[in-house]
T-cell receptor, first 115, second 119 residues
Framework: DADVTQTPRNRITKTGKRIMLECSQT?????MYWYRQDPGLGLRLIYY???????NKGEISDGYSVSRQAQAKFSLSLESAIPNQTALYFC??????????????FGPGTRLTVT | AQKITQTQPGMFVQEKEAVTLDCTYD???????LFWYKQPSSGEMIFLIY??????QNATEGRYSLNFQKARKSANLVISASQLGDSAMYFC????????????????FGQGTILTVHP
């Protein structure tokens, strides 16, 4: 089974709808992240959480909110979806005890289309 | 200014040949880490290799090696003996310390380079 899972894998929604993307992990990592990927822009950080009580905005948090329900779960919400939020969304986790080597483990991605 | 720059939108290489993917970075921190990830057409992100700023040796992982030139702030990925399965998007990323200086914080990614391996 995958260590980092994302649901749904694909979603088409309409402008103005509220949508939640969910991420679960079995790696036991404290740190979790949400990124979006757009063509030509690489991955950009939306929100990150270093533990259940620590949530921080990334570089493009406007229009998004998150919830860290438990160590293993980190959800991303679009309160009122708009077409320029159409993108591939990734959840990732990392283990801070690995120091500088702390590589991030990514989920399979959620392809979101807002019409 | 961009923190991570990948100047090659696309690269082509013949199967079994070596290829270098460029990455330059910008940081004022002395302690940082550099990563390369591979993204095949299926979309998943696969960690390839890591280089710490204090590491004296260039990192190697199988056919992957990282040509780290600290003074030039470059961290190029070298893939030797290219295979058809190496065709993918490749991302360079950097981790710096947080503002408090106590944690290695989050990753900043470059725009990516699409590598195509020809038979």
């Amino acid at each position: 089974d995958a260590d980092v899972t994302q649901t749904p894998r694909n979603r088409i929604t309409k402008t103005g709808k509220r949508i939640m993307l969910e991420c679960s992990q079995t790696k036991g990592h404290d740190r979790m992240y949400w990124y979006r990927q757009d063509p030509g822009l690489g991955l950009r950080l939306i929100y990150y959480s270093f533990d259940v009580k620590d949530i921080n905005k990334g570089e493009i948090s406007d229009g998004y909110s998150v919830s860290r329900q438990a160590q293993a779960k980190f959800s991303l919400s679009l309160e009122s979806a708009i077409p320029n939020q159409t993108a591939l969304y990734f959840c990732a986790t990392s283990d801070p005890t690995r120091g500088g080597m702390e590589e991030q483990y990514f989920g399979p991605g959620t392809r979101l289309t807002v019409t | 200014a961009q923190k991570i720059t990948q100047t090659q939108p696309g690269m082509f290489v013949q199967e079994k040949e070596a290829v270098t993917l460029d990455c330059t970075y910008d940081t004022s921190d002395q302690s940082y880490g550099l990563f390369w990830y591979k993204q095949p057409s299926s979309g998943e992100m696969i960690f390839l290799i890591y280089q710490g700023s204090y590491d004296e040796q260039n990192a190697t992982e199988g056919r992957y090696s990282l040509n780290f030139q600290k003074a030039r702030k470059s961290a190029n990925l070298v893939i030797s003996a290219s295979q058809l399965g190496d065709s993918a998007m490749y991302f360079c990323a950097m981790r710096e310390r947080t503002a408090g200086g106590t944690s290695y914080g989050k990753l900043t990614f470059g725009q990516g380079t699409i590598l195509t391996v020809h038979p």
